[in-house]
T-cell receptor, first 116, second 114 residues
Framework: AQKVTQAQTEISVVEKEDVTLDCVYETRDTTYYLFWYKQPPSGELVFLIRRNSFDEQNEISGRYSWNFQKSTSSFNFTITASQVVDSAVYFCALSEAGRGADGLTFGKGTHLIIQP | EAGVAQSPRYKIIEKRQSVAFWCNPISGHATLYWYQQILGQGPKLLIQFQNNGVVDDSQLPKDRFSAERLKGVDSTLKIQPAKLEDSAVYLC????????????FGPGTRLTVT
């Protein structure tokens, strides 16, 4: 069965610090997709990134970067020069392709607090 | 482009009552999902539709929960009868198609069962 573990329940940093959110996943499939979503205090989940299991290239989007390592089953998310607006709960999620059903399995989330 | 719409936004009911939630996905999105998010946890998939057919309902408590997507567009999720543990936010999401395309989420319906 698939599983996503976000061991960090809450992280608090001061603005402008870099912060990394950890995500470890378990799956028996060779083809799968990994996602990160942001859930600000308003509650709506915002899509950040989707990565398939065959693409291990790291990705950078502005202040956000993602490090995918199949060898350790990890898909970590780094925010550089954090800002107060980055405060939110961040979820890592997994979808197993190939069986038709592709609902997401989410981790429990990491509550990120950026202090001014 | 309009996002995923859900109503109502909030609902308070007593246990053993019934309740229904409505979702209108992004135009053109064939795949629709319902998730349950209990406070402090990540969302959990309840059911997935592809057009008007059910793809996955393995985690739907079928003794009390039901869902339909009759014309392949809007969807309704119903709980009857509600239990205290059903208190949660019910999220609807849609995606262009299957194969794990990104899912776009609605604002959710916060249900409180007293």
């Amino acid at each position: 069965a698939q599983k996503v573990t976000q061991a960090q329940t809450e992280i608090s940093v001061v603005e402008k610090e870099d912060v990394t959110l950890d995500c470890v996943y378990e799956t028996r499939d060779t083809t799968y997709y990994l996602f990160w979503y942001k859930q600000p205090p308003s509650g709506e989940l915002v899509f950040l990134i989707r990565r398939n299991s065959f693409d291990e290239q790291n990705e950078i989007s502005g202040r956000y970067s993602w490090n995918f390592q199949k060898s350790t089953s990890s898909f970590n998310f780094t925010i550089t020069a954090s800002q107060v607006v980055d405060s939110a709960v961040y979820f890592c999620a997994l979808s197993e392709a190939g069986r038709g059903a592709d609902g997401l399995t989410f981790g429990k989330g990491t509550h990120l607090i950026i202090q001014p | 482009e309009a996002g995923v719409a859900q109503s109502p936004r909030y609902k308070i009911i007593e246990k053993r009552q019934s309740v229904a939630f409505w979702c209108n996905p992004i135009s053109g999105h064939a795949t629709l999902y319902w998730y349950q998010q209990i406070l402090g946890q990540g969302p959990k998939l309840l059911i997935q539709f592809q057009n008007n057919g059910v793809v996955d309902d393995s985690q739907l408590p079928k003794d009390r929960f039901s869902a339909e997507r009759l014309k392949g567009v809007d969807s309704t999720l119903k709980i009857q009868p509600a239990k205290l543990e059903d208190s949660a936010v019910y999220l609807c999401a849609s995606s262009f198609q299957r194969d794990s395309y990104e899912q776009y989420f609605g604002p959710g319906t916060r249900l409180t069962v007293t």
